[in-house]
């Protein structure tokens, strides 16, 4: 099967989305620096272009934290030990790259940015049809959202050096063989080209 070519990129109907570059998930990538200042110059040449930059965080408050059942092997623990408060310093977006006025924010309260939150609704009242992903971690939030994002027929396109795991291997298998079969990857060298 051969992989369809990368389409033009319409910055008007483009939205990057940085996802959980958070205080307290950020140290779990390699060279977590290197990768910020990546995808804050992805940021920059999307918003150049008046594309629309999108943030996701996960943070919980006590209803969200009393709302998750036991059956939830990922947030069950956060929410018996009562972390990632929505205030905490840990669960804020890093300043690098914190939003400005008219970006897209969401909290969500699961892996993906879109099964918790009104991400889509926000999108859909943008007109966008293609979503650019940035995120940590490969095996997280960034799988978790292209899955359900092409479900929802949008087209895709990763960062391949706006994505980061903290499992190398996790991160290869993702990049190099599970990803092209559902999106486009390109690194923000790429992005940059494209949107000129």
């Known amino acids: 099967m051969t992989t369809p070519a990368l389409p033009t990129i319409v910055p008007e109907r483009t939205a990057l989305l940085a996802m959980d570059f958070q205080n307290g998930i950020l140290p779990i990538a390699t060279e977590p620096d290197a990768l910020v200042d990546r995808v804050k110059g992805a940021i920059a040449d999307v918003r150049a272009a008046g594309g629309t930059i999108g943030y996701v965080r996960v943070a919980f408050t ?90 929802r027929d949008y087209r895709v396109i990763v960062l391949t050096d706006g994505v980061a795991d903290p499992d190398p291997e996790i991160h290869r298998v993702l990049v190099d063989k599970v990803f092209p079969t559902r999106a486009h990857l390109i690194d923000t060298a790429r992005l940059r080209e494209l949107l000129r």
């Open 62 to 151: 006590e209803d969200d934290w009393s709302a998750v059942p036991e059956t939830n092997k990922t947030f069950s623990m956060v929410a018996a030990t009562k972390r990632m408060h929505h205030e905490d310093a840990a669960t804020q977006i890093d300043e690098r790259i914190a939003p400005q006025d008219g970006d897209i924010v969401v909290r969500k309260v699961r892996i993906g940015a879109g099964s918790t939150t009104d991400l889509h609704q926000q999108l859909r009242d943008r007109g966008i049809d293609t979503l650019i992903l940035a995120g940590i971690s490969t095996g997280g939030v960034v799988l978790s959202t292209l899955i359900d994002a092409a479900d």
